[in-house]
């Protein structure tokens, strides 16, 4: 089969056509770096299957998105994601949630494709359901400062379910929970790329409010093989995808701080402690999937554990940090 992957140079992108060409079949990237890195294309540039087109996916018209051939599935992973692109590339969230993913549709349209949507437990927001089913419709502040990509995803599930019911397209919705792995950004301000590079440089890692929060972290992994499962479903309507096990933010970084070590192989864990800080505004108290959905109709669930996801984490920044310029 022949695939389109936007965001191909992102975090979870990379990871899916690693799996697609690893599965045989041909691979279409798209990328404009404004998050993605060219290192994570590095394992993908020497395969003859894989196909890089460096592109913007929100200038118009839609034949700016250059895919010459027949397509047979087009995911759109394309967007900034991390809490501290929030503010500063709003414009180019709402841009991506809203021109991006019609540029995409038209794209699967075109080519008689299914479109697959990478969505996010963001549009639950802060949620007063627990744990969060996909009947539930949220409690999202429309003007914070999160809006831009809490109301841009939940747009982008508006536009897609209207270009189904109006035009006929196959579309899928994958609303992804916390996910962590190998090739997450340095830098990138989320909990766990935090924890782990302040834990590697023995610095305090800093911690939210009080630290009861709670939060529920899929291995990419097992998120990729989630996706490929409700790439070949017929389920129209969200689905969530993510781990159900949840662990408090205070929890977390005790297990990031006995797991890193100073130096490969050692067990003497980090020498950092837990720093506390204020909760930033609309941060979720609690966030875990109920996989009810995803049982059923993916015959799905997350098989890695945390430990040995962690530990494949903690490596691969071990060696980023070890690697980066001085």
């Known amino acids: ?25 041909q691979v279409v990237g798209i990328d404009n770096f404004i998050t993605g890195q060219q290192l994570n294309l590095d394992a993908l540039r020497p ?41 500063p590339k709003a414009l180019n969230i ?58 841009g995803k939940r747009f982008a599930e508006a536009l897609i379910m209207a270009h189904h019911r109006n035009l006929g397209i196959q579309t899928r919705i994958g609303r992804i929970f916390n996910t962590y792995g190998p090739r997450m950004r340095l830098g ?5 790329p935090n924890f782990i590079q302040q834990a590697l440089e023995d ?9 009861s929060q709670t939060r529920s972290f899929c291995y990419v992994d097992d998120l990729v093989d989630g996706f490929l499962r409700l790439s ?24 990031v701080i006995e797991l890193t070590g100073t130096g490969a192989g050692t067990s003497a864990g980090s020498a950092s402690r837990i720093e506390y800080r204020a909760l930033p505004k609309d941060d979720p108290k609690l966030r875990c999937p109920d996989l009810t959905k995803a049982r059923a109709v993916l015959d799905w669930k997350p098989t890695t554990d945390r430990v040995t996801g ?5 490596e691969y920044f071990r060696t980023v940090l070890a690697t980066r310029p001085a």
């Open 1 to 25: 089969m022949r695939y389109v992957v936007a965001g191909a140079a992102g975090f979870i992108g990379s990871h899916l056509c690693e799996r697609l060409l690893a599965d045989g079949h």
């Open 47 to 87: 395969n003859s299957s894989f196909q890089f087109v460096e592109q913007d996916i929100c200038s118009p018209p839609v034949a700016l998105v250059p895919v010459d051939g027949p397509v047979d599935v087009v995911f759109n992973f394309a967007c900034p994601a991390s809490p501290i692109d929030f503010e």
């Open 94 to 151: 709402l841009n991506v949630c809203s021109a991006g993913v019609l540029n995409l549709l038209s794209l699967a349209r075109e080519k008689n494709a299914v479109f697959v949507q990478a969505s996010t437990s963001e549009c639950y927001g802060d949620p007063e359901e627990h744990p969060q089913r996909e009947t539930y419709w949220g409690n999202v502040n429309p003007i914070g400062l999160r809006s831009p990509y809490d109301e």
């Open 188 to 192: 990138d301000g989320r909990v766990l």
């Open 203 to 211: 610095a305090p890692l800093t911690v939210f409010g009080d630290g």
């Open 232 to 255: 070949r479903c017929d389920e129209v309507t969200p689905i969530n995808i993510g781990n159900d096990v949840e662990i408090t933010i205070a929890q977390l970084a005790q297990e």
């Open 310 to 314: 962690l530990k494949s984490t903690i």
